[in-house]
């Protein structure tokens, strides 16, 4: 049997290596985000001069006064700029008691969550529709797969505290009932109605819930 020559194989790895790698890995020691720049595929231009501030950040307070009982402070590239390049950030999530973070996905990132404070039901969906979920409480964790809907739940009697990482810098988040309700510009209801089995003014009423 003929060999296949060296200079195919060759070709073949050059091809085969790059799409099975990761993340570039960074070319210098730090590259604090210049946001003001547009950004490039892992992420901002190095700004051209930084300070120790650059590395350093606080969640902002949050009130948890909304329909969901919930919110939201994250450190991300758009925050924290000194996260450019490094691929991760984190969450800082509170719930007020019965609170829910709903469904929702990361597209480009798997998360970790440690629970500081309270009881929190932690569920994520698998791509067959299985759900694993838990009751966690504090200084227990958990760890959602990359892409995959989850949602979290105050079940216990008072607030509840999270902390959240990301193996990105930038993870996205697509919240499901305000992504398929509150889309600009609209989904039409013939997709929703037929999706959902259900009618027109039900979807309309949806849509009055999320509309921004």
């Given amino acids: ?5 060296i200079s195919f194989l060759l070709t073949l790895c050059l091809f085969v290596i790059p799409s099975l790698s990761s993340d570039s890995d960074p070319l210098q ?28 950040f606080s969640f902002s307070s949050l009130n948890t006064s909304n329909r969901n009982g919930v919110a939201v402070s994250p450190a991300n590239v758009l925050t924290f700029p000194g996260l450019n390049t490094l ?40 791509t067959n529709n299985t759900l694993f979920s838990e009751v966690i409480h504090a200084g227990e964790m958990f760890v959602v797969p990359r892409g995959l809907v989850h949602f979290q739940w105050n079940v216990g009697k008072g607030k509840a505290r999270l902390i ?20 600009m510009p ?3 209801n013939a997709v929703l109605t037929k999706t959902f089995r259900t009618d027109d003014a039900t979807v309309n009423n949806l849509k009055s819930k999320f509309a921004v």
Avoid: W, Y
Wanted: with cysteine.
């Fill in 87 to 126: 691929g991760l950030s984190m969450n800082n999530v509170e719930f007020a008691p019965g609170g829910v973070n709903p469904p929702h996905s990361h597209p480009r990132a798997a998360e970790a969550g440690v629970v500081i404070e309270g009881s929190v039901f932690v569920g994520f969906l698998t």
């Fill in 164 to 183: 959240t990482s990301f193996n990105s810098q930038l993870p996205g988040s697509a919240v499901l009932p305000s992504t398929l309700f509150g889309a």
């Fill in 1 to 5: 049997m003929t060999s296949l020559p």
């Fill in 186 to 188: 609209e989904i039409p």
């Fill in 29 to 56: 020691d730090l590259c604090v985000g210049d946001l003001k720049a547009s950004p490039s595929i892992n992420g901002f231009p190095c700004k051209s001069s930084v300070s120790a501030s650059d590395f350093f």
